[in-house]
């Protein structure tokens, strides 16, 4: 397991921007497929983004994000990025930082190994 902290909620009108960064404390993140997921209140926990450990590789994104949000990594910082855009009030959520295993996906709740604490994001109409 590896060490995840998120940073960067908040509150914004609709149709604004936020950027969370989350951080860890792990050796490298070179290995690891690293996401976003979120959980509104009464609602599972759901995928959002990720970014892929593979050289060259394309992130994955849930449909409701797809064109709106964008996931980004830096290696040498150890720091994954999402840049959230045109936000809308059914982004409001707890958004999680999370990490698969080393060389894995991170499609699902059951394919996370570390999870951050959370960061909420509230978005108003």
């Known amino acids: 397991q590896v060490q995840l902290v998120e940073s960067g909620g908040g509150l914004v009108q609709a149709g604004g921007s936020l950027r969370l960064s989350c951080a860890t404390s792990?050796?490298?993140?070179?290995?690891?497929?690293m996401g976003w997921f979120r959980q509104a209140p009464g609602k599972e926990r759901e995928f959002v983004a990720a970014?892929?450990?593979?050289?060259?590789?394309?992130?994955y994104y849930a449909d409701s994000v797809k064109g709106r949000f964008t996931v980004s990594r830096d290696n040498a910082k150890k720091t994954v990025y999402l840049q959230m855009n045109s936000l809308r009030p059914d982004d409001t959520a707890v958004y999680y930082c999370?990490?698969?295993?080393?060389?894995?996906?991170?499609?699902?709740?059951?394919?996370?190994?570390?999870w951050g604490q959370g960061t909420q994001v509230t978005v108003s109409s």
């Open positions: 999370a990490a698969g295993a080393p060389f894995q996906g991170v499609y699902s709740v059951s394919s996370v190994r570390s």
């Open positions: 970014t892929t450990w593979r050289i060259g590789g394309s992130p």
């Open positions: 792990a050796q490298t993140i070179s290995y690891y497929d």
